[in-house]
């Protein structure tokens, strides 16, 4: 299994609030980094300090995990990923995929990044009542509890 670094970056105080979420669920692990995109930087202020990390590991495998889509940190990691075959780049992050990628293992960073996106999409969930208003979840009964 190779190590693949995860690095989290957001608008605003997104990558660091994601950071303190895990923090109260999990150990996180070494090489993953939390990239705020700050209101006061611009778009090449952010490409240094992604390349800050990235340079820290030449050889590295790397995912790049974004808020939005089309926003100013899926863009500048967008283009890192299209010169660089050992970084890929995923938006939609939410605290289930990246608590659940503390505890997974990866073949590679494009296997990390599809499993992202997987994990993601199955993480969404539309809580509705039953006719006898009691919840209905898709957890079981001794899972109920939550984390």
Same mark, same amino acid.
Do not use: R
């Given at each position: 299994?190779?190590?693949?670094?995860?690095?989290?970056?957001?608008?605003?105080?997104?990558?660091?609030?994601?950071?303190?979420?895990l923090?109260?669920?999990?150990?996180?692990? %070494?090489?993953? =980094?939390?990239?705020?995109?700050?209101? =006061?930087?611009?778009?090449?202020?952010?490409?240094?300090?992604?390349?800050?990390?990235?340079?820290?590991?030449? %050889?590295?495998?790397?995912?790049?995990?974004? %808020?939005?889509?089309?926003?100013?940190?899926?863009?500048?990691?967008?283009?890192?990923?299209?010169?660089?075959?050992?970084?890929?780049?995923?938006?939609?992050?939410?605290?289930g995929?990246l608590?659940?990628?503390?505890?997974?293992?990866?073949? =590679?960073?494009?296997?990390?990044?599809?499993?992202?996106?997987?994990?993601?999409?199955?993480?969404?969930?539309?809580?509705?009542?039953?006719?006898?208003?009691?919840?209905?979840?898709?957890?079981?009964?001794?899972?109920? %509890?939550?984390?």
């Amino acid at each position: 299994m190779a190590e693949i670094n995860l690095i989290v970056s957001g608008h605003g105080g997104f990558a660091s609030g994601m950071q303190a979420a895990l923090h109260l669920l999990s150990a996180i692990p %070494d090489n993953w =980094s939390f990239i705020d995109f700050k209101e =006061s930087m611009s778009d090449k202020d952010l490409q240094k300090e992604f390349e800050k990390v990235i340079n820290n590991k030449p %050889d590295g495998q790397f995912v790049m995990f974004t %808020d939005l889509a089309g926003g100013t940190p899926f863009k500048v990691a967008a283009a890192l990923s299209y010169s660089n075959k050992n970084i890929q780049t995923v938006s939609g992050c939410n605290l289930g995929s990246l608590l659940e990628s503390i505890y997974s293992t990866y073949d =590679s960073s494009d296997d990390m990044a599809e499993k992202l996106v997987s994990i993601s999409k199955e993480g969404i969930q539309h809580f509705t009542m039953d006719d006898s208003d009691s919840t209905s979840t898709n957890a079981s009964d001794e899972e109920s %509890d939550g984390i």
